[in-house]
């Protein structure tokens, strides 16, 4: 799994080696690519602004709870939960990502706030990984309305920029 793992974000991953000129040359559809492999750039609006009134704070302690609401049947059988978890896990900033993100914040972006000390932090003192704590209901659980799924804990504003992966959970 650890060699499959290295493959994965070799050719799947955000290309290291692109300058942000050399993306503004691709295609739209190449483009769109490269945006969603750079985990700095992917959250919403919402939580981008939201970390802009954060200021200074973003780094206090913040928690993140993930709760089914109601279905069609009553209830619900988890599933997706270990790979959501894992696509989390898995990712690593690098300089060339927070580079590329802040050119692309400042050049594309419709959102003005962009934090790069929150990610400076990331990969100076976690060694590009994300300093969070999940605990999840295992794949096949029984879950009941107001039953949570997710408990996500760390800085709150890194738990913040990660909350649409754990949408996906409900919306792939």
Same mark, same amino acid.
């Given at each position: 799994?650890?060699?499959?793992?290295?493959?994965?974000?070799?050719?799947?991953?955000?290309?290291?080696?692109?300058?942000?000129?050399?993306?503004?040359?691709?295609?739209?559809? @190449?483009?769109?690519?490269?945006?969603?492999?750079?985990?700095?750039?992917?959250?919403?609006?919402?939580?981008?602004?939201?970390?802009?009134?954060?200021?200074?704070?973003?780094?206090?302690? =913040?928690? $993140? /709870?993930? #709760?089914?609401?109601?279905?069609?049947?009553? $209830? !619900?059988?988890? &599933?997706?939960?270990?790979?959501?978890?894992?696509? @989390? &896990?898995?990712?690593? @900033?690098?300089?060339?990502?927070?580079?590329?993100? *802040?050119? $692309?914040? #400042?050049?594309?972006? =419709?959102?003005? $706030?962009?934090?790069?000390?929150?990610?400076?932090?990331? %990969?100076?003192?976690?060694?590009? *990984?994300?300093?969070?704590? %999940?605990?999840?209901?295992?794949?096949?659980?029984? /879950?009941?309305?107001?039953?949570?799924? !997710? *408990?996500?804990?760390?800085?709150?504003?890194?738990?913040?920029?990660?909350?649409?992966?754990?949408? *996906?959970?409900?919306?792939?």
């Amino acid at each position: 799994p650890e060699r499959e793992r290295e493959l994965s974000q070799r050719y799947l991953g955000f290309p290291e080696d692109l300058s942000f000129n050399e993306f503004r040359l691709l295609s739209p559809e @190449i483009r769109r690519q490269v945006i969603l492999r750079n985990p700095i750039i992917q959250t919403d609006s919402y939580n981008r602004t939201m970390e802009h009134l954060a200021g200074e704070d973003w780094d206090k302690e =913040g928690v $993140y /709870v993930l #709760q089914f609401r109601k279905g069609r049947f009553g $209830y !619900l059988i988890a &599933a997706g939960i270990r790979d959501a978890v894992q696509s @989390i &896990a898995d990712i690593r @900033i690098t300089q060339p990502q927070l580079d590329f993100a *802040r050119d $692309y914040f #400042q050049h594309v972006s =419709g959102v003005p $706030y962009f934090n790069p000390e929150k990610w400076e932090s990331v %990969i100076q003192n976690h060694d590009g *990984r994300i300093p969070i704590a %999940i605990h999840g209901v295992k794949d096949g659980t029984a /879950v009941l309305p107001g039953d949570p799924i !997710l *408990r996500v804990e760390g800085p709150n504003e890194l738990v913040a920029h990660f909350e649409p992966y754990f949408h *996906r959970i409900f919306y792939p």
